[in-house]
């Protein structure tokens, strides 16, 4: 990019050059959480019905932090607060926190410790950086491998009998919510497997596509272009997933890429200042989200208005994410036409997001094999079955079953409880760990369950009951699908 005559003008120049980075990804971070909170567009009827309530107060927080950090994208500060505040939320809603928030924790987690880290003074003064730029390199390299991870596990899990089976596939189920409102596209069973084995082939190639530098660029194209088509689904809704997985892909794009897209810009905008440039696309941003936060104050369970405020949060989501198919392709345009200049920064020796958060992310990932837990654990929608005595996996054995969860099961035979009741008398079972924690200390409930050999009662009028709810951290930490036959026919994350 250009440099001003004079020394100090070019100083300040250069600086702010090097923040433009850490604040298109702080506008694409901020947007992702809206879109995540429009999703789940209840969170405003929650806030207003119950107030106070710490689950609408974390909310709203977020929600305001959000908003705050699209309004002034170049604040690190604004980040930090919204890194936090997501970080407090995932804690207070676990274990019930989709995977797609799970991603998002352990990005916030890295995002906080980087941001921690860059003020340290002695580290800050030997770099000679910008806060922004210290932030990001550090943050980046942690973020890479978040992604990789990430698909690499989703891609594991799907290499399982049941998904490629056309009749009960997750795959199928999906495209099939799409056939609902776009009858312009062939039936799901002429195209079945082929969308299944495409599934399968885009989420295995995009590891490996992300992980070499000279393919990156194209996987993230692909990735774009496989989160445009997930959130076509306008009934489970993915586009929070995609709006995650889509800013985080932004982030394997070289440095060259903020600079072209910036300078661009700028001649657009007869010389328009970076930082300035990306302030009026997030304000834009901003104002396409506004009637959707006020939109969700107001709406009610009224099965219309929810169709429309859905079909306006489409068709927001689509024209977002076509914008960074379209930068990315206009970026490689420019590559390939020679328009830029490589603008190389400093490298961090010490990546502390990565040595501390990485190894929390594979153990998460390799939950299910190790019997530490079956969901939240990236391999959501896989129709993957791995029981203690049971694996429907191409060649993952059974589950390790660590703690011993998996292995110890209830069948409820009869129940008074309406979300018992659809295991009654069913070849599905619970584990003692997630029946338990149901309904411990619950008054209102009666039961007859066989644990084992043994057909036992639980009564809720009754003070004692002999079950016992497993210790606060660990219902925090684990949580567990259903096992047994059928399980596998079930699309849940």
């Known amino acids: 990019m250009g440099t001003h005559a004079g020394g100090m003008e070019s100083v300040t120049d250069s600086r702010k050059q090097r923040e433009v980075p850490l604040t298109i990804f702080a506008f694409l971070w901020g ?11 209840a969170w405003a009827i929650d806030f207003v019905s119950t107030f106070p309530s710490w689950i609408g107060l974390t909310n709203f927080t977020v929600v305001v932090a959000a908003v705050l950090l699209l309004i002034r994208p170049c ?44 003020h340290d003074s002695k580290r800050f003064n030997r770099l000679r950086g910008s806060l922004s730029e210290t932030v990001f390199r550090s943050f980046v390299p942690f973020a890479r491998f978040a992604v990789i991870a990430v698909y690499g596990f989703a891609a594991l899990a799907k290499l399982n009998y049941d998904y490629f089976n056309p009749g009960h596939s997750c795959c199928t189920k999906f495209y099939g919510n799409i056939l609902d409102w776009n009858r312009l596209l062939p039936r799901a069973e002429a195209i ?14 995009l590891p490996i596509l992300l992980m070499w530098s000279r393919s990156r660029v194209l996987g993230v194209v692909v990735g774009l272009a496989f989160h445009l088509a997930l959130s076509l689904d306008l009934v489970k809704l993915f586009l929070n997933f995609s709006a995650t997985m889509s800013a985080l892909l932004i982030l394997f794009l070289p440095g060259d890429f903020y600079c072209v897209f910036i300078e661009k810009w700028r001649a657009l ?19 396409l989200h506004v009637p959707l936060v006020i939109t969700c104050i107001f709406v009610t369970e009224d099965k219309q208005i929810s169709q429309v405020y859905i079909s306006a949060l489409g068709i927001i989501w689509w024209s977002y994410s076509l914008s960074l198919l379209i930068a990315t392709f206009a970026y490689l345009r420019m590559v390939r036409n020679g328009e830029f200049r490589h603008n190389s920064t400093p490298t961090i020796p010490f990546r502390a997001p990565l040595v501390i958060v990485a190894p929390l992310v594979i153990i998460n990932g390799c939950s299910p094999y190790l019997g530490i837990k079956t969901r939240t654990s990236f391999n959501m929608y896989s129709n993957l079955r791995i029981e203690a005595d049971y694996s429907n996996h191409l060649f ?20 008074d ?23 411990a200390n619950r008054r209102d409930l009666n039961v007859v369950y066989r644990r084992g050999e043994e057909l036992l009662t639980y009564r809720g009028r009754r003070l004692n009951n002999g079950v016992y709810a497993p210790h606060w951290i660990l219902r925090k930490l684990l949580l567990y699908r259903p096992v047994g036959d059928g399980v596998e026919e079930g699309c849940i994350w």
Not at 192 to 205: D, N, P, R
Request: net charge negative.
């Open 31 to 41: 947007s992702a959480t809206l879109f995540s909170m429009h999703v789940a567009w």
């Open 75 to 118: 604040s690190v500060s604004r980040l930090g607060m919204l890194a936090a505040a997501q970080v407090a939320q995932t804690l207070f809603l676990l274990p019930d926190v989709p995977n797609h928030r799970f991603i998002m924790f352990f990005v916030n987690v890295a995002l906080v410790i980087a941001i921690v880290q860059a």
């Open 192 to 205: 079945g497997s082929l969308m299944i084995l495409a599934t399968v082939v885009i989420e295995l190639s």
């Open 269 to 287: 905008r007869n010389g328009t200042s970076d930082l300035r440039v990306v302030s009026r696309l997030c304000a834009a941003t901003l104002i």
């Open 396 to 415: 993952m054995p059974e589950s390790a079953d660590l703690l011993g969860n998996l292995s110890d099961t209830v069948s409820i035979v009869e129940t």
């Open 417 to 439: 409880d309406p979300q018992l009741k659809e295991f009654e008398k069913s070849t599905v079972k619970l584990t003692y760990f997630e029946f338990s924690s149901h309904v």
